[in-house]
């Protein structure tokens, strides 16, 4: 008779380990290497003239509303307060920013700073759980993790404040410090009205690990931010609305193409996302409970009747790099108790993969390199626009298309108050100069939309027109 074995349990993986002198030595390596590429990608598109008012003009704005210990406002969206726009109170970290150097590069560093943070959390993490070889492996994946370039290429965004602490709380929850992945997570409230479904999901992994009381505190809590962000969302608005919803009901168009996209083009276009999010991560990191942290904004994303929401190369899959990467981590140091061989050649992998997606979704003209001068220094466009305006008085109230509005704030650019312009805009709303760029389309406005208009606006009576290059400054009659 067959004795019934026992199955053997498996085998635990091991506890974490405080970094040694070389662990330590990557962390700040990695983090360095991260900050500088998403520094030279930001301030090289920057100088390159490819900044815009959607969303740097924006976020300039609001940072230099904070500086001044006043909440958020933007020309830019016509004098709207930001708040009402998107709930982020968190943005107010950009104030002493500005105050320090009010430039819109001073955020585009910022921001930088903070990706490069969280590639540094990641790294930290990665040594604490993996050998050296397989630790490295995974924080070069993140520093080129096409969310966090995604991010740097698209001027500044609020999602960056969320990177770093993404990675502290899923460190935390990877760890069983369920505590600490609690209160890592309740800041997540103040970056943005969707990142309250994030936090339920952490109040989750609680409750399904034991901590009951701390799920259900937690997800009180993610209740009470969604609540309050919305009702400052209404209550702020001018409209008094949620205009942002819109983006999750009736049919799938863009700005460019006001035709439904069709069903087959949407399916393709999303499940490309699903696919750059999943390779992106070395796919291994979706086995993590770790990962679940990943789907509320995957599910938004993938929910939203906005073309633009689907595309792998947006700035929000940047809260995507520290979660999979996280997560990652998790599956390779239990793979490490079972198969301690496989570790290495599988981070490798999942690195090689990170940068094969990288390099599918985001065109490598588009990023530039720390070592091109370029990145440095402004081009012929960012000079064009400066010298157009050289004569306007610092401060002047001004309307600017979506091009040029970003290089007429700060001291560099003047100081200028900046407000949008429209083809549709009526003539007596708008300020006494009025500076676009003619070379090419802006956000709703095609080039032969400004041209038509420059030409039209040039008959009317008093109306002057200053070309410097392909910047046009039209000086309206009749106004301050």
Same mark, same amino acid.
């Given at each position: 008779?067959?004795?019934?074995?026992?199955?053997?349990?498996?085998?635990?993986?091991?506890?974490?380990?405080?970094?040694?002198?070389?662990?330590?030595?990557?962390?700040?390596?990695?983090?360095?290497?991260?900050?500088?590429?998403?520094?030279?990608?930001? #301030?090289?598109?920057?100088?390159?003239?490819?900044?815009?008012?959607?969303?740097?003009?924006?976020?300039?704005?609001?940072?230099?509303?904070?500086?001044?210990?006043?909440?958020?406002?933007?020309?830019?969206?016509?004098?709207?307060?930001?708040?009402?726009?998107?709930?982020?109170?968190?943005?107010?970290?950009?104030?002493?920013?500005?105050?320090?150097?009010?430039?819109?590069?001073?955020?585009?560093?910022a921001q930088a700073l903070l990706l490069g943070l969280g590639t540094a959390l990641v790294a930290r993490c990665a040594v604490r759980h993996l050998?050296?070889?397989?630790?490295?492996?995974?924080?070069?994946?993140t520093a080129v993790a096409h969310g966090s370039l995604a991010a740097a290429r698209f001027d500044v965004h609020e999602v960056c404040l969320a990177?770093?602490?993404?990675?502290?709380?899923?460190?935390?929850?990877?760890?069983?410090?369920?505590?600490?992945?609690?209160?890592?997570?309740?800041?997540?409230?103040?970056?943005?009205?969707?990142?309250?479904?994030?936090?339920?999901?952490?109040?989750?992994?609680?409750? #399904?690990?034991?901590?009951?009381?701390?799920?259900?505190?937690?997800?009180?809590?993610?209740?009470?931010?969604?609540?309050?962000?919305?009702?400052?969302?209404?209550?702020?608005?001018?409209?008094?609305?949620?205009?942002? #919803?819109?983006?999750?009901?009736?049919?799938?168009?863009?700005?460019?193409?006001?035709?439904?996209?069709?069903?087959?083009?949407?399916?393709?276009?999303?499940?490309?996302?699903?696919?750059?999010?999943?390779?992106?991560?070395?796919?291994?990191?979706?086995?993590?409970?770790?990962?679940?942290?990943?789907?509320?904004?995957?599910?938004?994303?993938?929910?939203?009747? /906005?073309?633009?929401?689907?595309?792998?190369?947006?700035?929000?899959?940047?809260?995507?790099?520290?979660?999979?990467?996280?997560?990652?981590?998790?599956?390779?140091?239990?793979?490490?108790?079972?198969?301690?061989?496989?570790?290495?050649?599988?981070?490798?992998?999942?690195?090689?993969?990170?940068?094969?997606?990288?390099?599918?979704?985001?065109?490598?003209?588009?990023?530039?390199?720390?070592?091109?001068?370029?990145?440095?220094?402004?081009?012929?466009?960012?000079?064009?626009?400066?010298?157009? /305006?050289?004569?306007?008085?610092?401060?002047?109230?001004?309307?600017?298309?979506?091009?040029?509005?970003?290089?007429?704030?700060?001291?560099?650019?003047?100081?200028?108050?900046?407000?949008?312009?429209?083809?549709?805009?009526?003539?007596?709303?708008?300020?006494?100069?009025?500076?676009?760029?003619?070379?090419?389309?802006?956000?709703?406005?095609?080039?032969?939309?400004?041209?038509?208009?420059?030409?039209?606006?040039?008959?009317?009576?008093?109306?002057?027109?200053?070309?410097?290059?392909? /910047?046009?400054?039209?000086?309206?009659?009749?106004?301050?």
């Open positions: 008779m067959t004795a019934l074995r026992t199955p053997t349990p498996a085998p635990r993986p091991p506890a974490p380990r405080a970094p040694t002198s070389t662990g330590r030595a990557l962390v700040v390596l990695a983090g360095a290497v991260s900050a500088l590429l998403c520094a030279s990608i930001g #301030l090289g598109h920057f100088h390159r003239g490819e900044a815009t008012n959607y969303d740097l003009g924006i976020f300039s704005q609001s940072a230099a509303s904070w500086a001044q210990l006043q909440l958020p406002t933007s020309g830019v969206l016509g004098g709207t307060p930001l708040l009402g726009d998107h709930f982020s109170p968190a943005t107010a970290v950009f104030g002493p920013v500005w105050a320090l150097w009010p430039d819109p590069r001073s955020l585009v560093l050998p050296l070889p397989a630790a490295a492996a995974v924080a070069a994946g990177v770093p602490l993404l990675a502290l709380c899923g460190t935390a929850l990877l760890e069983h410090r369920h505590r600490a992945a609690a209160l890592w997570s309740l800041p997540l409230l103040l970056v943005k009205e969707d990142m309250g479904a994030t936090v339920a999901v952490v109040a989750a992994l609680l409750w #399904l690990r034991g901590r009951r009381r701390a799920g259900l505190a937690l997800a009180a809590a993610a209740v009470a931010g969604v609540a309050l962000a919305f009702a400052t969302m209404l209550l702020v608005d001018p409209a008094h609305d949620l205009s942002r #919803l819109a983006a999750f009901g009736g049919s799938a168009r863009t700005a460019a193409a006001p035709e439904p996209v069709p069903t087959g083009e949407a399916l393709r276009l999303r499940a490309a996302l699903v696919l750059a999010t999943a390779a992106g991560g070395g796919l291994l990191w979706i086995a993590s409970p770790v990962a679940l942290l990943a789907v509320p904004t995957l599910a938004w994303r993938l929910a939203s009747v /906005t073309p633009s929401y689907w595309s792998p190369g947006l700035h929000y899959g940047a809260v995507l790099v520290p979660v999979a990467a996280v997560a990652l981590v998790d599956v390779l140091r239990r793979v490490r108790a079972r198969r301690p061989r496989a570790v290495a050649p599988l981070a490798v992998l999942a690195a090689l993969a990170g940068a094969v997606t990288t390099a599918w979704v985001l065109p490598v003209g588009s990023l530039s390199m720390p070592w091109q001068t370029a990145t440095w220094r402004p081009g012929p466009h960012v000079q064009q626009v400066r010298a157009a /305006t050289a004569e306007l008085p610092d401060g002047s109230r001004l309307a600017a298309d979506n091009t040029s509005g970003p290089y007429l704030l700060g001291d560099a650019g003047g100081g200028h108050h900046v407000v949008g312009w429209s083809v549709d805009t009526p003539l007596e709303r708008l300020p006494g100069v009025v500076v676009l760029d003619a070379s090419r389309a802006s956000t709703g406005v095609s080039r032969a939309g400004k041209l038509a208009w420059l030409e039209e606006v040039a008959a009317l009576p008093g109306v002057r027109v200053q070309r410097t290059g392909d /910047t046009a400054v039209v000086h309206l009659p009749g106004r301050g």
